[in-house]
């Protein structure tokens, strides 16, 4: 990289770097720096009553710092959280206090602490150090939020930045890694609940011969060997339902969709898809063990099967509310469906604004509806059931 593309900061913290090396110190060490403890485990565990202070190793990055002369505070960040070290001249080895805690560290550095825990004056679980070693550079400086008269600056809150650039969403914004793990026992628990079901984990081909499973527009490659256009899958469920066919009782598949269209809060051109198969069953059991299933999930996540989101309290508790679809509509907009001509429906969906035509059929119609009144209505878990046989060409017909 060309000097002059590099920021005042990149600059010095390169200069941080030479001078590091030039004192014999490897900024960037191979050797293994052994750990055992992290931040919030020790202040969870920590008593004011122990005899002997406990011996703790732990490592992470430096996200502030305060020095105060002969001894200083910073915050070290693990991955699991945060907590206090003080430093201070005496305890550490040489001159390192002074001519490299600092003056050569920067914020965002990773370092390794050996100490004892103790509580400051002030009432915070900290960790005294009695051995600082610098583990890696950090030659780009984080974006830390800075306070003034109340205000904050800096903060690294632009959503397309936050988005392209996740690893630094993660070290400087709080709860963001929650998500992640969040998401990781979501799926560590659905397959232990397939798992004990008797169900098999299958990986199935994601660039395909045809683009099929589901209506969306593929991503396309040319697969140079056979010389020929091929999809990534834009759905699982094509092959998983040849396993049945195969003779699996059960499978499911957890993995990547691609579909070729547009991005927004709630699509992406590349998600994660699982999809359940299983013979000799019907909705009423699909509905069943899904509603069983995510309240599991939403246990597992939270502690209860309850989670509130934008004010609402929302109960993931079994059974879910089952409501035919032409009852919902009837219930958002006091329209009855139920027998009912097509022109009739059709001049109702003009006289409520609808953007309809002569091309659309009777299941087309009430599937408008119901899209315009009442799919972003639902606050509780629902199943909608019954849609019209015109919206179901692959389903076999109601058991009535």
């Known amino acids: 990289m060309n000097i002059l ?22 900024p960037y060490p191979a050797a293994e720096y052994p750990t055992n403890a992290f931040s919030t485990e020790i202040i969870a565990s920590f008593k004011d009553d122990e005899e002997t202070p406990r011996q703790v190793s732990i490592a992470g990055r430096m996200m502030s710092r305060r020095v105060m002369g002969k001894a200083s505070f910073m915050e070290l960040q693990d991955s699991k959280g945060r907590i206090q070290v003080y430093v201070t001249r005496d305890n550490l080895e040489g001159d390192f206090y002074n001519s490299v805690f600092k003056k050569l560290l920067d914020i965002g550095d ?46 690294f809150d632009d959503p397309e930045l936050r988005y392209r650039q996740r690893y630094v969403d993660l070290v400087v914004n709080e709860g963001v890694k929650d998500t992640f793990l969040k998401r990781a026992t979501i799926i560590r628990t659905m397959r232990r609940i397939l798992d004990d079901a008797g169900y098999t984990e299958v990986d199935t081909p994601i660039l395909q011969n045809i683009a099929g499973g589901a209506s969306a527009r593929p991503f396309i490659t040319h697969f140079n060997a056979l010389n020929q256009d091929m999809y990534m899958r834009i759905a699982t469920e094509l092959y ?50 899904t509603e069983q299933m995510l309240e599991q999930i939403c246990t597992a996540v939270n502690g209860k099967p309850e989670v509130e989101i934008n004010g609402n309290v929302i109960s993931f508790r079994a059974p879910f509310r089952r409501l035919p679809i032409l009852d919902a509509i009837k219930e958002k907009t006091g329209f009855d469906c139920d027998g009912k001509t097509e022109d009739e429906i059709r001049a109702f969906c003009k006289e409520k604004g609808m953007e309809v035509d002569e091309t659309m059929g009777k299941g087309k119609l009430i599937d408008e509806l119901f899209g315009e009144f009442c799919e972003g209505s639902f606050i509780q878990p629902t199943f909608i059931t019954d849609y019209p046989v015109e919206m179901s060409p692959l389903t076999k017909m109601h058991r009535s």
């Not at 593309?5 to 490897?26: A, F, P, T, V, Y």
């Not at 070729?260 to 909705?283: A, Q, R």
Request: hydrophobic share 35%; glycine share 10%; charged share 30%.
């Open 5 to 26: 593309e590099l920021s005042e900061q990149e600059i010095l913290r390169r200069q941080s770097l030479e001078e590091l090396r030039k004192m014999g110190i490897n």
């Open 110 to 155: 990773f370092v390794g602490v050996r100490g004892f825990v103790f509580r400051t004056q002030t009432g915070e679980v900290s960790v005294h150090a009695q051995e600082l070693t610098l583990l890696s550079k950090s030659l780009k400086p984080l974006p830390i939020v800075k306070y003034k008269d109340g205000v904050a600056y800096d903060k």
């Open 240 to 289: 998983l339902k040849r396993l049945i066919v195969g003779g699996f009782e059960g499978v499911y598949e957890m993995g990547k969709n691609f579909r070729n269209e547009g991005m927004d809060k709630t699509h992406n051109p590349e998600f994660t898809c699982m999809e359940l198969y299983v013979s000799y069953k019907d909705l009423l059991w699909g509905m069943t063990f």
